[in-house]
Every structure is written in structure tokens, then in C-alpha cells.
């Protein structure tokens, strides 16, 4: 197939990527076109607007940071739905409220296309190996035309009902994790008198009945802060964790849901973006607890 992405994020190169290796022709779109260039060196066209990436292929996926980019990005003057939109398939993979996802479906239909929304949960390293969770929200028909795209970037692909229903199963199945690099960083915090290496350390922690599945994939950022070393590892920033924890709550107050703990933990990661900095790698988080003085 001809498959666009707007947005070409370290996700969006990861999931291009992978669909240029299992054989698809690709073309992009970014509003910085300089992180467009490894996809493009490896083979995929460049689009000049969203307009024109809507016009020249039959999947668009959409990969952006907030409501305000996808509003600029599809409804803009030469957006997404500037373009021959009629019969093509929208997929959009962004971490979006259920509303702002049921919102769009609606000017997406309104061209004739069809839309699905897939976010989806994962790092860089299965975005690229195609094993990502893929949470899904559409209409039967739109889900079955989607499938095998998404199964080919996931390993799994969950059909939660409506548009709406994907997003609101992402913010459920990111909250445990939110609340798990806070609870890593007390666990750190109560280890912190033993003489064992951090490496040594997180790899046991890693295998214990309490570890994230995801501590082996951020494990080498974590060991190195911890160190004290230089550490490039960025796969999520606080400042996103935060972002998406604040979802999470306004989404429960929604359903007169009580999350204290979710509460609490939106305090500690604010008190630790006023010493870190909010773009730190979010798993960094657990570093700061870990090294932290009682007030």
C-alpha cells in the first residue's frame, strides 16, 4: 500500500520505518522537515503539505502532540483534510481525550473517508520490531479495513468500541505505568543504604514480582542517572507524563471516578519537574525520589 504519516516524531520514524521494511511505499510530512531526512534516505517520498500527503496515498496515519497540532494539521488551509480526502483511511495514533478523537471522526467523515483511532502502547524499540499494543476505536467496518495495517506495526490489536473508546483504554492502561515509576523511585529510595551497583540492583528488581515490564527497556537511562553519567535516552519526558496524567484525572472526575493515588502522583511529578526540568526522560523520576532529601 501507499501509506502517508504527518508527523515524524521519534514514534512516527520508528513506525515508518518498520512499514517501509514489511514493503509498503511510504511518504511523510513534519512541520519541521529536517526530522523527515533518515525516512526519506532510506526511501520514502517527502510531502510538501498535509494537503498534499492526503492527495497522494491511501492510509494516512496521523502521530501528534496535542489537540492544537491536530487541529492545524487536518483542518489548516493546506491540512490534512484540504486534500483528496474521498474513500481514503485516516488511522490517528495520538494521545487524544475520547471527545477530541469523536470530534474529528466527524470532519473526517464529512470528506467521505473513514476513521480510525489506534493510540498505541509501546517505546521506540517495538514501534520499530512492529510489536506494539494497539488500542483501537471505530465502527466495525473501518475496523476491518484497519486491522491488517495495525497488526503488521502491533502485535496485538484491541477493538475497544467507538471512536473514543481507543483513547480512553490508553489513558487506563497508562496509568498503572505513571504510577510505577513513582512507586520505582520510593523502592530506590529504601535501597538506597546497600552497596550493590545500580545496574546489578535494577537487573534483580527487573525480575521480581513488583517490576513493570517496561524497567528492561528503560533500564541503561535509569542506571546511568543513578551513576551520575551523561544518559540520551528520552522516550517520554515528564513533562508528557504530566500531561497525560492531568488527562487521566479530568477523565475521572468525568465519570465521578475517585483516583487518589493517581492525585498523589501528579504532586510528586510536579515537585520533581521543579528540580529536573520537565523535558527529563519520565522514568528519571523514580532517580529524583530515589535521591531525594525529606523536606
Known amino acids: 500500500m501507499h501509506i502517508g504519516i504527518a508527523g515524524i516524531g521519534n514514534m512516527g520514524s520508528s513506525i515508518g520505518a518498520r512499514l517501509m521494511e514489511v514493503g509498503h511505499e ?47 494539521v487536518y483542518s489548516g488551509p493546506q491540512g490534512l483534510l484540504a486534500g483528496d480526502a474521498e474513500g481514503k483511511l485516516f488511522i490517528e495514533m ?15 467523515r464529512a470528506k467521505g473517508a473513514a476513521f480510525v483511532e489506534c493510540p ?8 520499530r520490531a512492529g510489536k506494539l499494543l494497539g488500542l483501537m476505536g471505530a465502527e466495525p467496518a473501518d475496523a476491518a479495513r484497519a486491522r491488517p495495517l495495525l497488526e503488521q506495526m502491533c502485535r496485538r490489536v484491541m ?19 505513571m504510577v510505577y515509576w513513582q512507586a ?13 551497583d545500580p545496574a546489578e540492583l535494577l537487573d534483580f528488581l527487573a525480575e521480581t514480582s513488583g517490576a513493570a515490564t517496561v ?10 542517572k543513578l551513576k551520575k553519567v551523561p544518559s540520551s535516552q528520552r522516550t517520554f519526558t515528564l513533562e508528557g ?45 523514580s532517580v529524583y525520589w530515589a ?3 525529606k523536606p
Open 184 to 196: 520505582l523511585g520510593e523502592q530506590l529510595s529504601m535501597c538506597k543504604t546497600l552497596t550493590i
Open 120 to 127: 498505541v502502547s509501546g517505546s521506540l524499540i517495538p514501534a
Open 215 to 224: 524497567l528492561k527497556q528503560r533500564m541503561p537511562g535509569i542506571v546511568a
Open 291 to 293: 535521591g531525594r532529601a
Open 26 to 72: 511510504l511518504t511523510v510530512w513534519n512541520r519541521t522537515a529536517e526530522k523527515t531526512k533518515p525516512l526519506a534516505e532510506a526511501g520514502a517520498a517527502v510531502a510538501r503539505t498535509p494537503a498534499d500527503l492526503t492527495g497522494s496515498v491511501e492510509v494516512i496515519i496521523s502521530l501528534l502532540i496535542d489537540t492544537a497540532a491536530i487541529d492545524a
Open 241 to 285: 507524563g504530566i500531561k497525560d496524567v492531568k488527562q487521566m484525572l479530568a477523565e475521572g472526575e468525568k465519570r465521578g471516578l475517585e483516583l487518589p493515588l493517581l492525585k498523589q502522583t501528579l504532586a510528586c511529578y510536579e515537585e520533581a519537574k521543579r528540580t529536573v526540568g520537565g523535558s527529563e526522560e519520565v522514568s528519571n523520576v
Open 94 to 108: 495520538s494521545t487524544l481525550t475520547p471527545e477530541a478523537q469523536a470530534a474529528l471522526a466527524e470532519k473526517v
Open 159 to 177: 477493538h475497544a468500541g467507538p471512536v473514543g473508546s481507543g483513547a480512553l483504554l490508553k489513558l487506563a492502561v497508562n496509568l498503572p505505568l
